[in-house]
């Protein structure tokens, strides 16, 4: 009989009471090895299973991808190779697991591989009940199917492995798969998140809020479904030479809108769940709220904004002021602790007066593309004078939201500015702080001051802009201090809207769709059906809808679709990284030298204006090349498949 090694719970300790954080704590699990038939005879043994599986989503978490720091959004000085390119086949830049270079691919096989073998399986258990086999099941499809989706982003076309799993008594040379074709993949994933999707749950309890739900599935699902349909995959001939071992083409070369029309109906599912919403907060009496307009001011949400605080609305979905369990936005989140996480992002945000790693810096042009409070750019702001790029503010009450001597191109912005980015001259609360010296501090990054440039050492953000998108006021690292726990925002209901708009506006004609559940479902460039979804991100941010003509203009609403994602998603699942990739954008977006303030000026009332003057970040270069589109495969994954091709371009 087959043997199979894997991990059983730990005795006293059940999977399905577990939360997130406990069922990828590797430590509590011990290896046995067991027959098939006694692996499934018992529910503990199956819990153990199902758990194992889950401790693959560690290696999956797009929080954790080392390239969110490769796109030209944020900029972490220790991640230099993800932004100029240094990295190989032989150095992929990939090594999660302790396995070499292939570590992470080896790490998320052998998850398709507990969940396929555990999909076949389960069903011989005998204490399980009809209902308990069916969620374990759904949630092998979407951790199979997650699985696929993880190395798919990375190295484009990957070989799928047979439902029923890999007999491990095999050598790998035996087992040894070629690349599958894109379009296949794709086929693959969609039909076990369908699957996942007629049987996972609606909602889950409090101690489960890291198990899939209906929504997850719907959600993952009409996000493949919108990459697959993007300009990368989507009839491009410029892969036209991406192979497998004996010279098929993996990328389709002909384009098909009707993989817009999919990926618009499958967001259409998830809205039509009824379970999600966009994350609103009531105003209060710090709230930053928008100059008045007359169509949209004194009206509701999702009509308008009287009832909306931006700020916080947008904030509080980050920073751990509501736990993910309350929140109606997030569809599929993990909790967060230690390093490698949303908390070591904080610590590493945080400046070094406070104690903090002072790294985490924004790019200029992310900067300026936020628009304005009233909803312009900053381009059509300068125009009459609103935005202005020289001056500094005399008072702490001239403006909202802005202390003294801070420079005057970061007044009248949007509130999802100021729940991001700390400018120069930014306040951090720090309000779990023992001594009240480092409460409320107004910090700056100026050359020679304590958190900026010290002699040539440039142990600072290198764009002298921090990000502060995932810091709470409560948050201090000094003695005494705490970091409010965070949630994983892994999906979000923003995104299905997003989703949708982008899908429908590139449609040209009408399609019928079959829905997962077997319904049919029509799908064209409705105007109307685009703007039910924008303005309801513009209006929670306190911004006016787009006009009539942008609409009517599939080109313009395509580039304001692309800035609402780059704004909404910032330091998110390295969505910014990929919309490049997907978009084809990156050969232009990613070769412009990144962009900051001019970090060596120091605090002269003379010269401080010099320090906004926009600058290269000449220590960070910047470089992309055509094969950069996809990550090298490892050249340990090669030796161990020798039916594996290398993506083109790289050695």
Not at 456 to 462: I, Q, R
């Amino acid at each position: 009989m087959k043997k199979l090694i894997f991990n059983i719970i730990a005795i006293g300790t059940i999977f399905m009471l577990s939360s997130c954080a406990d069922y990828l704590n590797v430590d509590k699990y011990f290896y046995d090895q067991l027959s098939l038939d006694s692996a499934f005879a018992k529910k503990i043994y199956v819990d153990g299973w199902l758990a194992n599986a889950y401790e693959g989503m560690n290696f999956m978490a797009e929080f954790k991808e080392r390239y969110r720091w490769g796109s030209d959004d944020l900029i972490n000085p220790d991640e230099k190779a993800m932004q100029n390119g240094n990295y190989s086949a032989d150095d992929p830049l990939d090594n999660m697991d302790g396995r070499g270079a292939a570590g992470t691919m080896y790490k998320v096989y052998e998850t398709v591989r507990k969940a396929s073998t555990f999909i076949d399986n389960v069903g011989r258990c005998p204490e399980l009940t009809l209902t308990e086999v069916s969620d374990y099941t759904a949630q092998a499809h979407f951790l199979r199917a997650y699985a696929y989706w993880s190395l798919l982003r990375r190295y484009g076309p990957i070989p799928l492995i047979p439902k029923e799993g890999l007999d491990v008594n095999l050598s790998y040379e035996t087992l040894s798969l070629p690349r599958s074709k894109f379009d296949d993949i794709i086929n693959f994933i969609n039909e076990d998140l369908e699957l996942a999707a007629v049987n996972l749950p609606v909602r889950r309890t409090i101690n489960n809020m890291g198990h899939p739900t209906k929504g997850a599935a719907l959600t993952l699902r009409a996000r493949v479904l919108l990459y697959a349909a993007s300009p990368l995959f989507n009839g491009n001939t410029d892969l036209f030479n991406m192979k497998d071992n004996v010279g098929n083409q993996l990328i389709n070369q002909t384009y098909d809108e009707g993989k817009w029309a999919r990926a618009a109906a499958a967001a259409k599912d998830v809205m039509e769940l009824n379970q999600y919403s966009l994350n609103i907060i009531k105003p209060s009496a710090t709230t930053i709220m928008p100059p008045h307009h007359a169509e949209y001011s004194d009206k509701e949400f999702p009509n308008g904004w009287a009832d909306v605080d931006p700020y916080a609305s947008y904030k509080s979905i980050f920073d751990g002021t509501i736990l993910g369990s309350k929140n109606d936005e997030l569809i599929f989140t993990r909790t967060n602790e230690g390093h490698n996480t949303i908390r070591g992002l904080v610590e590493s945000c945080i400046p070094r007066t406070l104690n903090g790693g002072n790294k985490i810096g924004v790019s200029q042009k992310m900067v300026d593309a936020y628009y304005m409070n009233d909803g312009r750019t900053i381009q059509e702001g300068k125009a009459d004078g609103y935005y202005q790029e020289r001056g500094f503010t005399t008072s702490s009450t001239e403006y909202p939201f802005l202390p003294a001597k801070v420079s005057l191109q970061y007044a009248n912005r949007e509130p999802r500015f100021y729940a991001s980015i700390a400018y120069n001259g930014s306040i951090w609360e720090c309000e779990s702080a023992n001594e009240s010296k480092y409460r409320r501090q107004q910090l700056f990054y100026y050359k020679n001051e304590n958190d900026g440039k010290l002699g040539f050492k440039e142990d600072l953000p290198l764009s002298g802009i921090g990000f502060k998108k995932f810091y709470n006021p409560e948050d201090a690292l000094t003695t005494g201090g705490y970091v409010v726990n965070k949630t994983e925002p892994s999906m979000r209901y923003a995104e299905v809207l997003l989703i949708y708009a982008e899908a429908l506006n590139e449609l040209t004609t009408t399609h019928n769709v079959v829905t997962y559940n077997g319904n049919s479902t029509t799908i064209s460039r409705d105007i109307e059906e685009m703007r039910y979804a924008l303005k309801q991100i513009r209006f929670r941010a306190g911004l006016p809808d787009f006009k009539d003509d942008i609409y009517a203009d599939q080109g313009e609403l395509r580039t304001r679709i692309k800035r609402e994602r780059q704004i909404e998603f910032l330091g998110e699942n390295a969505f910014r990284f990929l919309d490049n990739r997907r978009w084809k954008d990156a050969m232009v977006e990613e070769n412009m030298p990144l962009m900051g303030c001019n970090i060596n000026i120091s605090y002269d009332e003379d010269k401080i204006q010099l320090y906004y003057v926009p600058t290269a970040i000449t220590s960070m270069p910047k470089n992309f090349e055509q094969k950069m589109y996809f990550f090298p495969i490892p050249t340990e994954e090669l030796k161990r498949n020798v039916n594996m091709t290398q993506n083109p371009g790289w050695q």
